[in-house]
């Protein structure tokens, strides 16, 4: 959901109105890997610059390294801490050190909607260099939908991380199909991974059955309404 891009924005912004340093927050990326002593260090090395400690997937902190954290977050007033995890593991955080949560704010981000995935991957083909097909684009809406609106049922759904990945794909898929080294920066529907195609196919399929049912459904109406017409007009004469 780019978490991480709106702590930095967060810290940008409150630098701007004296209340931090502006400078980018202190990041802990690999908070599985985080020993207690790390942790504490990251920790006065956000308050010594004057910014956020950020610990990107924080389900993953160890109980020692939540518990070396709580002290300075209790007892030290210049400590400003973000934790970012997905809704549905909060509950192993939780688990690790009840009470932890009740020391946070929480506050949720929505998912992405197709149409805002679609405009993230406009901008990122954009700051590449990439110009981007008009059926390409209309493929990629009808897989953003589709994931969208499956996302539920998708453990590995994330958001605009999901668009990066098929950024980079696509621009690699770019590059073989122009014979590898040849250099093209138009994306097209050809790029697209072939895992997906049979869901962006089907789902073009489903929107002409669709289409075809309307229309029948119109000329049925148009043909039903002219014979009871027919009949009234018979039965006046």
């Known amino acids: 959901t780019g978490k991480t891009t709106l702590a930095i924005n967060l810290a940008i912004a409150m630098g701007i109105v004296g209340l931090t340093s502006g400078a980018e927050p202190v990041i802990i990326s690999n908070p599985r890997d985080c020993t207690p002593a790390q942790i504490k260090e990251k920790a006065e090395d956000a308050v010594t610059f004057n910014t956020f400690l950020l610990v990107d997937e924080a389900y993953e902190l160890s109980g020692e390294a939540i518990t070396a954290l709580l002290n300075p977050m209790t007892q030290n007033d210049d400590l400003m801490c973000i934790f970012c995890a997905y809704e549905d593991k909060l509950d192993e ?5 009840e009470g932890f949560l009740s020391r946070c704010d929480i506050i949720r981000i929505p998912d992405y909607t197709p149409d805002q995935l679609l405009e993230i991957f406009k901008k990122m083909a954009d700051d590449e260099g990439y110009s981007v097909t008009n059926e390409c684009f209309d493929d990629l809406k009808i897989l953003f939908k589709n994931r969208y609106d499956t996302r539920e049922l998708n453990k590995s759904y994330a958001n605009a991380r999901d668009v990066e990945v098929m950024l980079g794909t696509m621009s690699l898929n770019c590059d073989i199909r122009t014979n590898e080294g040849s250099i ?5 529907s050809e790029d697209i991974p072939s895992e997906y195609r ?13 289409k075809v049912l309307n229309e029948l459904h119109g000329f049925v109406q148009m043909h039903f309404f002219t014979i009871v017409r027919l009949g009234v007009l018979a039965h006046s004469m």
């Open 198 to 210: 049979e869901i962006i196919d089907t789902q073009k399929q489903n929107a002409d059955i669709d």
């Open 184 to 188: 093209s920066y138009e994306l097209c």
């Open 93 to 97: 955080l939780e688990k690790k050190n």
